[in-house]
Nanobody, 122 residues
Framework: QVQLVESGGGLVQAGGSLRLSCAAS????????MAWYRQAPGKQRELVAD???????NYADSVKGRFTISRDNAKNTIYLQMNSLKPEDTAVYYC????????????????WGKGTLVTVSS
């Protein structure tokens, strides 16, 4: 079984910074794509950023230049460095792993963390 655990959320003032982490544990040989999503109250879940196994990244326009996604393959962990936070960044942030290959060679996807709340006050 694969489990994802996020950490690093909290309350911060506008203009501040937070760093989110998401660590996967279980029968994992490799992970293809990793991503961060967020869901604000009353809104649909949206992609914030993703990163491939090769390190290619993609960001939502709303966070470009402020957020940085990175990964540590040895630790099966992704990070989201969030700078210059705005009240509109307030949301529950979820990590997502796809293309998780185990030691038997089986590949599965659709793994989600339970979410971590980020609240940005004005």
């Amino acid at each position: 079984q694969v489990q994802l655990v996020e950490s690093g959320g909290g309350l911060v003032q506008a203009g501040g910074s937070l760093r989110l982490s998401c660590a996967a544990s279980g029968n994992i040989f490799s992970i293809n794509a990793m991503a961060w999503y967020r869901q604000a109250p009353g809104k649909q879940r949206e992609l914030v950023a993703d990163i491939t196994s090769g390190g290619s990244t993609n960001y939502a326009d709303s966070v470009k230049g402020r957020f940085t996604i990175s990964r540590d393959n040895a630790k099966n962990t992704i990070y989201l460095q969030m700078n210059s936070l705005k009240p509109e960044d307030t949301a529950v942030y979820y990590c997502n792993f796809e293309g998780v290959r185990d030691y038997t060679g089986r590949t599965r996807g659709g793994y989600w963390g339970k979410g971590t709340l980020v609240t940005v006050s004005s």
